[in-house]
């Protein structure tokens, strides 16, 4: 037991060196992350004797630093300075988030283990009896996330580490250029390039390109709909994306990978039309070119072009995913973690799809909170089916608010190397900024005579 008491106290040292030395070689970390070392486990914790340790809470903090608001699961234990945390973050409906954790998965969760995470995950997804359900799916996600950060604090291993090891030495990601002009965009395609981005998403204007629609029908009735809603015209966002595609490559010839979000915007057929006729400017792939409501297409439209094709932001049944993938009709699955159920589904998801050379590409939106990025960026560390990460370019405050965010440099990301996810969470900070009232205008989208359009 002294050996291994002492191989313990030197890895954790070895650790602490590591941070140090990562950071100077890649100059990746600033004051701003100083917390990070907070990760560390304790010195000679009782744990690592033997004792099992216990939930004693698990609680939902709420906050929106930079004006999204961010649903954070808090793990305690009844081991001091022990906790894990999660992202359970759900914008559009965070209140109902907040009350599963803490009216529902809180008194479900104390007094239980924090190793058994696969037996946690499994009580708890039909502890509801109904499941599927993305409000209860982000609770799981959250304390999920939350207990392999524990698991990895004990071990005084980044999660990656437990997930099997590097199989590459950062995350390659992609970031968004976007413009209401496609001289706007190509301008931002190259700005990101001198950044060192090899992956780049092209949009004009938001998605469906709704700033190209005049004067709607349903708006000069004077008595329908919301002020805030917008309106898309299919066949002038289907030219729209198919010369930015044209220009880019014009500008750009092969040494950048542009791929373009759909999202399931338009009616099957316009999406096969569309995306038939970017095939000739190759595209990385183009992101979910249909509605959960529409998979039936997926068949027709593999038959029609050979463009790799990504889908699942959407997803949060494993019967959604599980037939496509066997039957490779996406070449990148795109479900978002907090959506599925956290670190656990995903990676069962991802050995699904090695054995079908289907690969990933995580959603990783800006409203994921830095602790869900690093989710994802630590198993992306680790699956061989690899595909590509969404990138966020993270603000000063983020890192104040969450030490330990992970960095973005020259495309790649890097998480900090501390024991567990790495990311910690300035509570009295967080509190400083209060949930935001929710603007649902981005999902409000119409048709010219006011039919709502999905997503």
């Given at each position: 037991?002294?050996?291994v008491q002492?191989?313990?106290?030197?890895?954790?040292?070895?650790k602490?060196l590591?941070?140090?030395s990562?950071?100077?070689?890649?100059?990746l970390?600033?004051?701003t992350?100083?917390h990070a070392m907070?990760?560390?486990a304790?010195?000679n914790?009782?744990?690592?004797?033997?004792?099992?340790?216990?939930?004693?809470?698990?609680?939902?903090i709420?906050t929106a630093?930079?004006?999204?608001?961010?649903?954070?699961?808090?793990v305690?234990?009844?081991?001091?300075g022990?906790?894990?945390?999660?992202?359970?973050?759900?914008?559009?409906r965070a209140l109902t988030?907040?009350?599963?954790?803490?009216?529902?998965i809180?008194?479900f969760?104390?007094?239980?283990?924090?190793?058994?995470i696969?037996d946690?995950?499994q009580?708890?997804?039909?502890s509801?009896?109904?499941?599927n359900?993305?409000?209860?799916?982000?609770a799981?996600?959250g304390l999920?996330?939350?207990?392999w950060?524990?698991?990895?604090?004990m071990?005084?291993?980044?999660v990656?580490d437990?997930?099997?090891?590097?199989?590459r030495f950062?995350?390659?990601?992609y970031?968004?250029?976007?413009?209401?002009?496609t001289?706007e965009v190509?301008?931002?395609?190259?700005?990101?390039?001198?950044?060192?981005y090899?992956?780049i998403?092209?949009?004009?204007?938001?998605?469906?390109?709704t700033?190209l629609a005049?004067d709607?029908?349903?708006k000069?009735s004077?008595?329908f709909g919301?002020?805030?809603?917008k309106?898309?015209d299919?066949q002038?966002?289907?030219?729209?994306?198919?010369?930015?595609?044209?220009k880019a490559?014009?500008r750009?010839?092969?040494n950048?990978?542009?791929?373009h979000?759909m999202?399931?915007r338009l009616q099957?057929?316009?999406?096969?039309?569309?995306i038939?006729?970017?095939e000739?400017?190759r595209?990385f792939?183009i992101?979910d070119?249909?509605s959960?409501e529409n998979?039936?297409?997926?068949?027709?439209?593999?038959?029609?072009?050979s463009v790799p094709?990504a889908?699942g932001?959407?997803?949060?049944?494993?019967?959604e995913?599980v037939?496509?993938?066997?039957e490779?009709?996406?070449d990148?699955?795109?479900?978002?973690i907090?959506?599925?159920?956290?670190i656990?589904?995903a990676m069962k998801?991802s050995?699904l799809?090695e054995?079908?050379?289907v690969?990933t590409a995580?959603h990783g939106?800006g409203?994921?909170?830095?602790?869900g990025?690093?989710?994802n960026?630590?198993?992306?560390?680790?699956i061989w089916?690899?595909?590509i990460?969404?990138?966020q370019?993270?603000k000063?405050?983020?890192y104040?608010?969450?030490?330990?965010?992970p960095m973005?440099?020259?495309?790649?990301m890097?998480?900090?190397?501390?024991?567990g996810?790495?990311?910690?969470?300035?509570?009295k900070?967080a509190?400083?900024?209060?949930?935001?009232?929710?603007?649902?205008n981005?999902t409000?989208?119409r048709?010219?005579?006011?039919?709502?359009?999905?997503?």
């Open positions: 037991m002294e050996n002492n191989n313990f106290n030197r890895r954790n040292a070895l602490a590591g941070l140090g990562t950071a100077g070689l890649f100059g970390f600033g004051s992350q100083s907070t990760h560390m304790p010195t914790p009782s744990y690592s004797n033997g004792i099992k340790v216990k939930i004693t809470k698990v609680k939902a709420l630093p930079y004006g999204t608001n961010l649903v954070i699961v808090k305690e234990t009844d081991q001091d022990l906790y894990g945390l999660g992202c359970a973050t759900f914008t559009q988030v907040v009350s599963a954790i803490e009216d529902y809180d008194p969760c104390r007094g239980k283990l924090v190793g058994n696969e946690m995950w009580t708890a997804y039909q509801s009896y109904w499941r359900g993305p409000v209860l799916n982000n799981l996600s999920d996330q939350a207990l950060d524990i698991k990895g604090k071990a005084g291993m980044p990656y437990l997930l099997g090891g590097k199989v950062a995350v390659d990601t970031t968004h250029a976007s413009g209401n002009t001289g190509m301008d931002n395609v190259e700005r990101f390039r001198e950044m060192g090899r992956h998403r092209i949009q004009l204007g938001g998605y469906g390109s700033h005049n709607p029908d349903w000069q004077g008595n919301s002020d805030g809603d309106t898309m299919p002038a966002y289907k030219r729209g994306t198919i010369e930015i595609f044209k490559r014009e750009f010839g092969d950048v990978e542009l791929l979000d999202h399931e099957p057929m316009d999406a096969i039309d569309m038939k006729k970017v000739e400017y595209p792939f992101e070119p249909l959960p998979m039936g297409w997926f068949k027709l439209l593999r038959e029609q072009t094709i889908m932001e959407l997803l949060n049944n494993p019967h995913w037939e496509p993938i066997s490779r009709l996406y990148f699955i795109r479900i978002h907090s959506q599925i159920g956290g656990t589904p998801i050995r799809g054995w079908f050379n690969r995580w939106p409203d994921t909170s830095p602790i990025h690093a989710a960026a630590h198993i992306d560390l680790a089916n690899f595909g990460q969404e990138s370019h993270f000063e405050l983020t104040e608010v969450f030490p330990g965010t973005v440099k020259e495309g790649y890097y998480v900090n190397e501390a024991p996810l790495g990311v910690d969470i300035n509570e900070l509190k400083k900024y209060p949930p935001v009232k929710y603007n649902y981005w409000q989208v048709a010219q005579d006011g039919t709502p359009i999905r997503p």
